[in-house]
């Protein structure tokens, strides 16, 4: 079997001469310009404030609900071992209840004092 020949010596000129204008061409192609910087609007920078805050205070009073649910599971528990009668475990069971009670209140006026959630600004059409 014969490798050189007339048809393999066409086919490498070929490629390269294809492999050459390639790196021809790249070099001619300018260098990439810088990109434009995309400065967010007034109002999209005050929403982002706006619904940072929002987010912050709303998960805090969810924190301090679930915390308040520990604290009074917690102490129902240790009232029912300590409990001796029934009546005393009913009522350890009704602070309990109301303690909850209270809790919820609390987390539903914090989140309504927080009022509607931001809305986003609308874009300008262009």
Do not use: C
């Not at 301090?64 to 917690?74: E, L």
């Not at 309990?96 to 509607?116: N, P, Y």
């Amino acid at each position: 079997m014969k490798f050189i020949s007339a048809q393999n010596v066409a086919l490498l000129v070929a490629a390269g001469l294809i492999a050459s204008t390639g790196t021809a061409i790249a070099a001619d192609t300018p260098a990439p310009t810088t990109t434009k910087t995309h400065t967010p609007s007034p109002e999209i920078v005050a929403f982002k404030a706006a619904i940072a805050q929002y987010r912050t205070n709303r998960e805090a009073s969810i924190n301090a609900f679930k915390s308040a649910i520990a604290t009074a599971k917690s102490t129902k528990e240790s009232a029912i071992k300590a409990a001796t009668t029934p009546e005393a475990k009913a009522a350890a069971r009704t602070a309990f209840q109301s303690a909850v009670t209270a809790a919820k209140a609390t987390r539903d006026a914090a989140v309504a004092a927080l009022g509607t959630k931001p809305v986003r600004p609308v874009q300008p059409a262009k």
